[in-house]
């Protein structure tokens, strides 16, 4: 018996055992009530508390105060090292009387907290600092931008949106920026070139302050429960699954043959969806009736098949398909420095999802132009989508005004549906050589228990070490960038994607959920409508 467990526990621990980024490993209770600003030096973390008015030295294996210096001046916020010194914030501009917000950084001695050296910043409220290796960056709550900077005077280098309402900490890991928000709750993963949110996770608790990097991991320090958090920077797990949804989907097609002839023929096509990254259907799809077959277009898209013959005025044909079905809200972690290149991409796929039709068109002159002021000479596979993406997003508007264009009509005239958005996107990736595919879903709409007849298409595209990654330029058509960057990667648990295709099926022709054909004597009137019911959600 003892070898048996032995054997179960030695099988058990064989197997890797992945976190994902944000992900506590370690916390510990601050040693004040007031935490703002976080770093490291190499060997300890330091930690400014407001209405201490100090800046204490933390040991990261214990968590004990190891020492402390007074802060340079009355409400300290953000805290960084620079390699020999520390520096530090103060938003009241040296002096503590209400409303009165000033920018200060600090240049610190460590041993006693003696200032060497102090800058006026180009911001009222800023909260959190860090250094780069040459400048300084400040995350500023009321302009709401990220501003990097000069230690000598204060002069700005560059700065962009915050991706929020409330930017707090902010903390560079010799590649990346990394800035919590304490209005949303999240950490974002920021490019310092462009200041594009390249990921995001949820921050570990509800009020989040000060970041630091220690070379190996991130750390985070909550206001409202005051804990320092160490957190995983990268793992292997690509994504992560949370908030599960378990509902009944309903999908119901009905023709209805107004007359005054026959519906001599009546093809009708169900997709049906299989278990994905975001979803899991539970047991078989469920029909109100037995499908003629289940044929498979060369996309592999699997379609439950109805025939119907002779179908007189006045009579209708309707079918439901309904599937039980486990969703999550599913977000990718990206690293565009992980992400392989365009020659790694396998040659099956490069075959399919890099083929041209007339509806993308993508040797067009309108979309090569398009292209090559988006790409340039970018090769890497996640900064080309990037690029494409958010040149969609400017040089488009959405709209819904029926049809669906092909996509050099669509780009040029600026506006379009989600479908003729995703079929832009495609068109422009597929001429970068990046492949590119449509997934469609039905939706949840508000309520559980809720209504959709709208329905919503989105792209895919292939990134090499990380697979297919959901891109939805429609939805990510927003001002704000973490709004743009949550488009991008990320999947909310109310998308049921039953369809998966490239473009041009022979059942499913270029749309989705459901597609019928029919043939009829002259001048018979067919309406069709489609239609899907969400019931309850169980956990």
Known sequence: MKNCLLITLMIIFSFPVYSYTGETVKKFPTPGDFPTGLCHDGNFLWLADRKMNKILSIHPETGKQTGSIPSPAYWPTGITWDGEHLWCIDIKGGIPLAENYKGIAYKLNPENGNIMHQINLPCEKPQGLTWDGEYLWVSDDASNRIIQLSPEDGTTIKSFPAPSSHPMGITFDGTYLWLSDRGTDEIYMLSPETGDVLL?????????????????????????????????????????????RTSLVKITHRTTNFGPGKVLSLDVHFAVGNDRDNQKIIGEPHFTQRPTDFPEDHWEQKTAHYQFKNIASGESREV????????????????????????????????????????????HPVIQKGVKEAVGDEKNPYKIARKIYQYVMDNMYYEMSGGWNNAPAVLERGNGSCSEYSFVFISMCRAAGLPARYVGSVVVRGDDTSMDDVYHRWAEIYLPNYGWIP??????????????????????????????????????????????????????HVVVEHFADWEGRNE
């Not at 949820?202 to 989040?208: F, L, M, Q, R, S």
């Not at 990718?332 to 509806?359: M, Q, R």
């Not at 330029?473 to 998308?495: I, K, V």
């Open 471 to 524: 891109v939805d330029p429609s939805g990510g058509d927003q001002e704000s960038p973490r709004a743009q960057a949550n488009y991008f990667g990320h999947l909310a648990n109310r998308f049921f994607i039953t369809t998966q295709s490239g473009g041009g099926s022979e059942t499913m022709e270029w749309t989705y959920n459901t597609n019928e054909f029919y043939t009829t004597e002259p001048q018979t």
């Open 320 to 363: 439901t398909m309904t599937n039980k079905v486990k969703l999550w809200d599913t977000r990718y972690f990206i690293f565009p420095d992980k992400v392989g290149s365009l020659e790694a991409i396998p040659s099956d796929v490069k075959e399919l999802y890099l083929a041209n039709h007339e509806k993308y068109q993508t040797d």
């Open 200 to 244: 995001i996770t949820d921050a570990p608790g509800k009020h989040t302050r000060g970041m630091a990097w220690d070379g190996n991991f991130l750390w985070n320090v909550d206001w409202q429960d005051k804990t320092l958090y160490k957190l995983i920077r990268k793992d292997d797990e690509k994504m992560r699954r949370s908030d599960p």
